[in-house]
């Protein structure tokens, strides 16, 4: 590919360290002039959440331009950190996986800069050609960026351009088959989230990359020695 300025929308990565760094680093070949969007979902489920972390703060750091939006995942860390209730819902979605990587039983006992890291994550990215979100926005409301459930739990396959500055959606969120994320390139709301974490089940088990000029999808298969099954 070339190595001139790009922009990347990346989907759900949910603990795929190594499937993530063959992507970067081997498919993606990235440079710091390169301008990443991460769409949310690092933690839960996949065998190392917080390295997944580490290195998107280790991209800033080293100079990287990277914009890592929240996913509902994120959320529920967040929430499970003033509610029992909220922690019960989010060991039912995959935070034993999160736990278990950072060494701890419960969400207060993660490093303070990580929680930091988390409740500092934007919902939203905006570029000229298009609007990045976790999962979606709600366009019935008055103003679409006004639910921040929808951005982060939303399930519908619609968008509508006109009210977004005739720009497309791009979102995660939804792990769909490889075959139907290439078909959503030709609609108004693209979708990148492969189900990295589910391995090569029926369809399933890509890290998903979109070029954002030219529209070019990279789909990365799973390269880790633990999957899990998709529900």
Not at 4 to 17: E, M
Not at 64 to 75: D, F, P, S, T, V
Not at 89 to 114: C, D, H, I, M
């Amino acid at each position: 590919m070339s190595q001139s300025i790009r922009s990347f929308a990346i989907g759900d990565v949910h603990g795929c360290i190594r499937t993530l760094e063959t992507l970067l680093w081997q498919r993606l070949a990235i440079t710091p002039a390169d301008q990443l969007y991460f769409l949310g979902d690092y933690i839960d489920r996949g065998p190392n959440p917080k390295a997944v972390v580490d290195l998107l703060q280790e991209l800033r750091r080293a100079g990287y331009a990277l914009i890592a939006l929240r996913g509902n995942h994120e959320q529920l860390l967040l929430d499970s950190l003033s509610s029992e209730e909220m922690f019960e819902l989010w060991l039912l979605n995959g935070a034993a996986a999160t736990l278990r990587s950072f060494g701890v039983r419960y969400p207060k006992q993660l490093p303070e800069s990580y929680i930091d890291f988390f409740a500092a994550l934007p919902l939203y990215a905006e570029t000229d050609k298009a609007v990045l979100v976790h999962a979606g926005l709600n366009f019935a409301a008055a103003d679409p960026f006004s639910d921040t459930e929808a951005m982060l739990w939303d399930r519908s396959f619609s968008a509508r351009p006109e009210r977004i500055g005739g720009r497309r959606l791009i979102v995660g969120h939804t792990p769909l088959p490889l075959t139907v994320i290439r078909e959503s390139l030709h609609w108004n709301k693209v979708f990148l989230d492969g189900g990295c974490v589910y391995g090569r089940a029926s369809g399933y088990g890509y890290l998903c990359a979109l070029e954002l000029s030219s529209w070019e999808l990279i789909a990365q298969p799973n390269v880790e020695t633990r999957m899990v099954a998709l529900s």
